[in-house]
């Protein structure tokens, strides 16, 4: 079965530090990986997603994300954090070979410090 | 354009009341799926339609969840003699088509139940 597995369900950075949030994953197949913010009191919102080929994923508001298989880790990083970034963030995988239905791991809480 | 909504936003039941909850998905999308977020947790996977095709209903946690989406577009989650434990967020997602499209996620139901 597929399991995801995110490393610190509280993370706190400065302003302007590294955000480094960990997500591992368990998959008998290569499979689809996504990463997910939720503002409060709004659905999830697409960061980035891996399918297949470059192993580094770059999406929307500076996140980046790589896939290694051989660590089956999908971390996501950002080189600066701002404020702005205080959010949930969501690790999901979904196998290849289903209906997209997406397994999601249980979640990061990013506390950005001024 | 109009992303995924949901009604109503927050939902109060009485332990043992009948529930329904109404997605209305993007436009056009030919997927739609149904996810329990408990108070802390990631979002879990309850069911998956292509249009009018339940295809997937493998994640719905008793024979009293029921979902519906009789026209391939509108879809409604409904909730037999709920229960405390019912209480969550339920999230509806779309995609406009199938297998590992990206999904866009309504902002979700908050239904408690007392």
């Known amino acids: 079965a597929q399991s995801v597995t995110q490393l610190g369900s509280h993370v706190s950075v400065s302003e302007g530090a590294l955000v480094l949030l960990r997500c591992n994953y368990s998959?008998?197949?290569?499979?689809?990986l996504f990463w997910y913010v939720q503002y409060p009191n709004q659905g999830l919102q697409l960061l980035l997603k891996y399918t297949t080929g470059a192993t580094l994923v770059k999406g929307i508001n500076g996140f980046e994300a790589e896939f290694k298989k051989s660590e089956t880790s999908f971390h996501l990083t950002k080189p600066s954090a701002h404020m702005s970034d205080a959010a949930e963030y969501f690790c999901?995988?979904?196998?290849?070979?289903?209906?997209?239905?997406?397994?999601f791991g249980q979640g990061t809480t990013l506390q950005v410090k001024p | 354009g109009a992303g995924v909504s949901q009604s109503p936003r927050y939902k109060v039941a009485k332990r043992g009341q009948d529930v329904a909850l109404r997605c209305d998905p993007i436009?056009?999308?030919?997927?739609l799926f149904w996810y329990q977020q408990a108070l802390g947790q990631g979002p879990e996977f309850l069911t998956y339609f292509q249009n009018e095709a339940q295809l997937d209903k493998s994640g719905l946690p008793s024979d009293r969840f029921f979902a519906e989406r009789p026209e391939g577009s509108v879809s409604t989650l409904k909730i037999q003699r709920t229960q405390q434990e019912d209480s969550a967020v339920y999230l509806c997602?779309?995609?406009?088509?199938?297998?590992?499209?990206?999904?866009?996620f309504g902002p979700g139901t908050r239904l408690l139940v007392l």
């Open positions: 436009s056009g999308h030919v997927s």
């Open positions: 999901a995988v979904s196998p290849s070979s289903n209906t997209g239905k997406l397994i």
């Open positions: 998959s008998s197949v290569p499979p689809y």
């Open positions: 997602a779309s995609s406009y088509g199938t297998f590992q499209e990206t999904q866009y």
